[in-house]
């Protein structure tokens, strides 16, 4: 353990030294889970498997197939389907790392955690106040896509507003109520996380099931003939560092690993498997959508080539059936993102990172209800301003930033092997596949915009000097 790395406190005892006093409860499945205690503010895992792969589909599930499909195939064609499958590699690459760490260390906060754990509190800090502003910027841009996705329901279903600007009023007001909805309990989140994903899995898989039916020819169509990689394969690559923002989700799985039931086993399962599912119904997007249309018309429809898509197969109802599930996605996305910002900042509370008020829990609800106002409070504000473009892509490089260093963690960790690190399941071949996971991680930075570059480093070097001046104050002083 380096000078600067935070003490992590023996089993069974609390930052104080004093045995925090808590309560078991047997679970369903057999297990001890801790309930939260006055002592302890340890959160309530109440988070099934189900639950952990229904955060990470639902908030992976959003731009790859709603937004991206037009735009990559007008840079790389139908070839844009490998560069989607490229994506989802070195998100596997980044996943399985991820995984070992979780089981490892299954608390709130994850990649903050594993990181300062691993590297120390300074590189720890900048990552955990940069990834909560990062998870920040994200869910208000999937507030604002919300408002969008219902306006356009609105008025395809004929419903008129009259001219009146209604995307900022209906984001903000539902920015409010799934700060809520996560205020009274995280199994209420959950449980609407659950029935979201589930509804938006089956309008998706209805509509891919009926595009690939009608792609081979079952419905007597035939399939737009196009070159598999028209623009030659450079393409694939950059495209590749596009679309990778629609991977960006499965992390949060490990950001709520303190709710996560049986953490050794669900926390790997959920990751992976979120994943893989996102990664198939993304390939399966591009290679529908280019058989519906060539390169060249999805490139005109832009942002909306999807909806063009379904309503070319099933007409003006299923352009409003992806619109309800483009609807159903930024839905799953704010509300697993909310949860997790609110996770990552009770964690960096615990290490007196930020005011320790940030920690306090909600004995009743079981939540942490200061934690989540400074989730849901600056996101509303960004919502009210409306231009959170930039910023999510902001929200991309701190991920990938955070994707790169939880690799080097492993590699770190799997050197020290302090006796404490005892992770219920291993990466194999762990150098090979976390050096490529953070090599790849590093390298999609490169392709960003200069402006998101410049916003994300000034945000690292603020995080920095914050806990320079700050927390590292604050350690001291407790230290004495």
Same mark, same amino acid.
């Given at each position: ?107 709130? $906060? ?74 009274? $309990? ?5 449980? @609407?996380? =659950? ?70 086993? =669900? ?142 963690? @492993? ?23 976390? $050096? ?45």
């Amino acid at each position: 353990m380096t000078a600067s790395e935070p003490a992590r406190p023996p089993e069974g005892e609390n930052r104080d030294g004093e045995a925090p006093q808590t309560v078991a409860v047997t679970t369903a499945e057999g297990a001890d889970e801790p309930s939260v205690t006055e002592a302890g503010t340890e959160l309530e895992r109440t988070i099934g498997l189900s639950g952990g792969i229904a955060i990470g589909v639902g908030t992976m599930i959003g731009a790859g197939i709603f937004v991206f499909p037009g735009l990559a195939a007008g840079r790389a064609g139908p070839a844009a389907a490998l560069s989607f499958g490229l994506g989802a590699v070195i998100a596997l690459l980044v996943a399985l790392p991820a995984s070992e760490l979780a089981t490892a260390m299954p608390k709130s $906060g994850g990649g903050y955690y594993f990181i300062s754990r691993a590297l120390g509190a300074l590189p720890g800090a900048v990552v955990g106040i940069s990834i909560w502003l990062g998870l920040v910027f994200a869910t208000a841009f999937y507030l604002v896509g919300f408002g969008n996705y219902a306006a356009a329901v609105l008025a395809e279903a004929g419903v008129a507003v009259g001219g009146v600007p209604v995307v900022v009023p209906l984001a903000l007001v539902f920015g409010v109520f799934l700060t809520a909805l996560n205020l009274f $309990g995280t199994e209420n989140a959950a449980a @609407l996380q =659950n029935y979201v994903v589930g509804l938006l899995l089956a309008i998706l898989v209805f509509f891919l099931g009926y595009g690939g039916l009608d792609a081979v020819g079952v419905f007597g169509r035939a399939s737009t003939p196009e070159t598999f990689a028209p623009f030659g394969l450079t393409p694939v690559f950059t495209t590749a560092a596009l679309v990778f923002t629609s991977y960006l989700g499965f992390a949060q799985v490990a950001t709520v690993a303190g709710d996560i039931k049986q953490p050794g086993r =669900n926390l790997p399962l959920a990751m992976v498997a979120s994943v893989v599912i996102v990664g198939v119904l993304y390939v399966a997007t591009i290679f529908v959508a280019t058989s519906a249309f060539t390169s060249a018309e999805l490139a005109s429809f832009g942002e909306t080539a999807i909806v063009e898509v379904a309503r070319d197969f099933v007409g003006a109802a299923g352009a409003i059936a992806i619109l309800v599930a483009g609807l159903l996605a930024t839905v799953s996305s704010a509300n697993a993102s909310i949860l997790s910002t609110s996770r990552a900042v009770f964690a960096v509370s615990k290490d007196a990172l930020i005011p320790g008020v940030a920690g306090r829990m909600n004995l009743r609800y079981g939540t942490p209800h200061v934690a989540l106002s400074m989730a849901g409070g600056p996101v509303l504000v960004l919502v009210a301003l409306g231009e959170v473009e930039v910023l999510a892509e902001v929200a991309s490089f701190l991920h990938l930033v955070m994707y790169c260093l939880m690799c080097v963690a @492993l590699i770190a960790m799997r050197r020290d092997e302090p006796a404490w690190y005892d992770p219920a399941f291993r990466v194999p071949a762990y150098r090979l596949v976390a $050096g490529l996971g953070a090599v790849a991680s590093a390298g999609l930075i490169l392709f960003m915009q200069l402006e998101s570059q410049l916003i994300g480093l000034a945000i690292m070097l603020a995080a920095a000097g914050w806990y320079k001046y700050y927390a590292d104050d604050v350690r001291l002083k407790g230290a004495l």
